[in-house]
């Protein structure tokens, strides 16, 4: 599979000239989210293609795709302290609430 790499915009749109038009499978990744995959992105000869992504699965602390022990441990070093890095609900602090989207989405992975 070619993995293009590329920025969205504000609106989930993206512009990326590739090898050859037609249909791709777009894999997603935003901070804290589990990644999202799009099949059959249809990619214009000018690159552009438009998507509407939605993520809804919290927890993904360290990006690898799966929900486990190690994003776990991410909340749980950092409870108690401001650490952007492992809150989650980006509420300014990593308490409770962290921990529970962490456990509440244990195991889940994509
Ligand atoms: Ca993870
Ligand atoms: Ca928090």
Redesign the pocket.
Known sequence: MQTISTTLDAYGAFSKRVNAPGNYSVRARVPKYLPITVPSVSIAPQGFAYLRLHFDVPGDLNGDGVINNADLLMVLFAFGSNSAE??????????N??LL?VLFNFGRSS
Request: glycine share 8%.
């Open positions: 492992a809150d989650l609900n980006n509420d300014g602090v990593v308490n609430a962290d989207i």
